[in-house]
């Protein structure tokens, strides 16, 4: 089992830029995939990010390819998602997940551990 604890949300102009961090308990976190997703108000949740257990291969949804990347560093338990050019569209709960494979996928619900999400509110 793995719990996930993100942290690095808030408040920020647009064109700024902020990094979320995902810390994982457990261990066999090396064996999980693992995404970032946002849900925005009024709205369902949606894939942004995915990256697979060794990090060689990264995946991104086309609205924030270029502006976002995805990292993680297996010894210190911990993903991150550097956001960079942000725009008020950006403004989202964001969640860190996390899939029992080593294959990352963009589905919701391919991933079975989830944490409490983080506020990232950008502002005009």
């Known amino acids: 089992q793995v719990q996930l604890v993100e942290s690095g949300g808030g408040l920020v102009q647009a064109g700024g830029s902020l990094r979320l961090s995902c810390a994982a308990s457990?261990?066999?976190?090396?064996?999980?995939?693992m995404g970032w997703f946002r849900q925005g108000p009024g709205k369902e949740r949606e894939f942004v990010a995915a990256i697979s257990w060794g990090g060689g291969s990264t995946y991104y949804a086309d609205s924030v390819k270029g502006r976002f990347t995805i990292s993680r560093d297996n010894g210190k338990k911990t993903v991150w998602l550097q956001m960079n050019s942000l725009k008020p569209e950006d403004t989202a709960v964001y969640y860190c997940a996390a899939r029992p494979s080593i294959i990352p996928t963009t589905a919701v619900s391919d991933y079975t551990y989830w944490g409490q999400g983080t506020q990232v509110t950008v502002s005009s």
């Open positions: 457990g261990r066999t976190f090396s064996s999980y995939a």
